[in-house]
């Protein structure tokens, strides 16, 4: 292969009997090249040649695993998307320059597949074998993980090359450490076992402070794909290195920004804080943490400190102040058994549930809101209250009668997605309810029935499939409330059977009569 170019940049030149120069100074000096002067693609296709060409004894016998590991650290950040000094959504020149990423990260992806299929080959020499291959495979996972990471779905700074390039390097990883996926990679293959997620966070850690988090834009999109890899029980040994970014990335005033922590602080409170709510939970956790400053501190501390919010319940109704959204309303609802189990433990007064508190605010902005967008977002929720609290819904079944009614009445666009979440809402109050249903049976019945004929009558953009869905979902409303109210629905509903001429509203009758 001719590597003249490469020599000639590295001015090494000599006499043909003299040996090799040596791989640290090879490597040291193609750092250099890179992080110095323009020209990197052809230096990074070079490297690429030089590492396939060269003997797996020069390049990892006898050497330190510090120079390969300074070299990745270097190409990482020579395809690393541009640094910010503000925060913003675009930049001036942005796009540009992120195109010019993509194109070095894919040149770079390159070289790292090179040296991790060099590495693999190099297992099976006898020279060098799993005692020298070990500790370097170990100083460049991290870092050839996070650059795979960063480019490895759809970004700004990345394209089709780039991306496949960091798919194929995923998996490389994963069979060079003998995994069989990358979450196994992370958190290990048994419980007892650590894998690379503290290497991993060990890298992002000094990028993911307040002062640092938003200069790279990258960043909280690793940490973000990353952290759902690493489940129960591996997760809790890392309490304390994902919860603060976590919070962090949330507390941000963009919109963005609040819905992607919140995502990961839903995954760590599913993940742990669930767990370790129950005092067996606390002991098993605490039994797993593995560095000494963890094991000083009882995890029951630490998850009281962050997430109990002291004695004033009130603090945690200021969540759902956040820009009301599918991903905040569905975290609050696993988030707030938690707090009970705390207040009941420290036997705190409480004359309502923190669920309670939270859904009555709830219902205090689905009622008065006219925003469609905002108003699917409350209907797409509620069913998950109702089957949180059970019996207890009926604490609020005035207030969400009144939602349930308003509603039914409204259609909400093509999809329906309001109306279908409240149908459901109202099928789940029913089975949890049911006792208080009968006294509400006129005006449900009534709100029921002016739907389906809205629904059926529809000659706007409504599919076929959503209508069905509509129709279906009432009629299961009317067998559910025939049931509770010992048929009265079904006496109701024949002299409307009877005079009904449009098919479609018919067959949703015949249904009720039938199976209620």
Known sequence: MELSGLVRALRLEGPRDEQPPPAEQVLLQLGLLLSQGPGGAGVLRDLAVLIEAADGQWLFGGRSPVALGELVATLSGHAA??????????????????????????DVGAVFLRLLEKLEAAKAQESLGVPVVGPILGRVMGPIYVFAATHVVERPWTNARSQSVAQELLASLVRAADCGSV????????????????AVMGILKQELTKDTWKR??????????????????????????VLPPSLLISDDYREDNKILGVHCLHHIILNVLLICASSTGLRSCTTRCTTTSIRERPLSSRVGAHWCFGENTSRITQ?????PNQAVLLCLLDLLPILERARRQQK?????????????????????????????????????????LGILIARHLKRLERVILGYLEVCDGPEEEARLGILET???????????????LPVLLKALLRMMWDV?????????????ALLQGATQCLILLDRCSEGQVKVLLEGVYSSCEENRVRECLRQVQENA
């Open 81 to 106: 998307p541009p640094k910010r000094e503000q925060d913003a959504a675009d930049l001036p020149g942005e796009d540009n320059a992120y195109a010019a990423t993509a194109e070095r990260a894919a």
């Open 183 to 198: 979450a196994e990679f992370l958190r290990g293959k048994d419980e007892d076992e650590e894998g690379r997620f503290a």
């Open 216 to 241: 790279n834009p990258a960043t909280k999109f690793v940490f973000s794909w990353t952290l759902p890899h690493v489940t129960r029980p591996w997760l809790g040994r890392y309490l304390e290195r």
């Open 319 to 323: 969540i759902s102040h956040l820009t």
């Open 348 to 388: 705190l007064p409480r004359p309502t549930a923190a669920c309670d508190e939270v859904l009555q605010l709830v219902l205090t902005h689905t009622e008065a809101e006219h925003r469609l967008a905002l108003r699917r977002v409350y209907a797409k929720a509620l069913p998950a209250f109702v089957q949180r």
């Open 426 to 440: 109202l099928q789940s109050t029913i089975e949890h309810a049911w006792p208080r249903m009968p006294c509400r």
């Open 456 to 468: 059926h009558t529809d000659r706007g953009s409504t599919p076929e499939p959503v209508k069905a």
